[in-house]
């Protein structure tokens, strides 16, 4: 990947980490330190982040079986293989994405990758903003709020500090119902010492330092929603495709899962 002289290498993105974590290109040496780092002080990181990927294709797939085929992935970071668009085409070669990131690294990125995809777009806002980002003139050209839309906030709302609900509620009251919400978010329910390094870490070595939530505070992220069974549930737990899928003790794995319908 060639270096470019507005990105700063002495400080790792969380986005560019996450991509190195699945394998991905698009991280530069100062992320591997940093991820590499992470999986000596907690080794199942990779497996964290593998099921939590897991999840985002299992979630796209579903809201695609129920008729939804406009996504707004928030935070959505870089599109590595396996993304919001190629998993939703996969069952239906006419879905649309708009992908929103704060970050400029991962939208450039993200805009090189898919290139002059006409049913794709990348937004660079901040998705704490939500008038900001519904604003934006791509948005409402590629997404039409009189259908339901999917609402992606897959591993990223643990990287807004303050109470994410107000948040969330915005984006929920500007879909029409039959809207789904998809939410992933890191948890130190069931953990040990090193889901606190961990976080530490993030908030040592990046611009997004992180935040766990309990079970309940995810719940209270689809006020306005009725959950999908089976609810809230850690990664591996949530519709996995088959027996196989679902690890021993789920718990290890410190991210829970869940989707809403608006009604």
Known sequence: MDERPDIDLTRPSAARVYDYYLGGAH???????????????????????????????????????????QFLDL???IPTVGNVHEVAREADPESRVVY?????????YSRTILGDDPRTTVVQEDLRHPDDVLAVPEVAALLD?????????VAVLHFVQDDPTKIVAAYRDAVPSGSYLVISHATHDGQDEQADEH???????????M???SKGEVEALFDGFELVDPGVVHLPL???ASPEDVADHPERFAGLAAV????
Request: charged share 25%.
């Open 27 to 69: 991280n530069f040496a100062v992320d591997r330190e940093m991820a590499e780092q992470a999986i000596r002080m907690w080794p199942d990181v990779p497996l964290i982040m593998q099921a939590n990927r897991a999840f985002l294709r299992r979630a796209v797939q579903f809201c695609v079986s129920r008729g939804v085929t």
């Open 75 to 77: 935070g959505s970071g």
């Open 100 to 108: 929103v990131d704060n970050d400029p690294i991962a939208v450039t």
């Open 145 to 153: 709020f009189d259908r339901p839309i999917a609402v992606m906030m």
């Open 199 to 209: 976080t530490a870490l993030y908030r040592r070595r990046t611009a997004t330092p």
């Open 211 to 213: 935040t766990m939530r």
């Open 238 to 240: 949530w519709r996995p």
């Open 260 to 263: 809403g319908r608006k009604p």
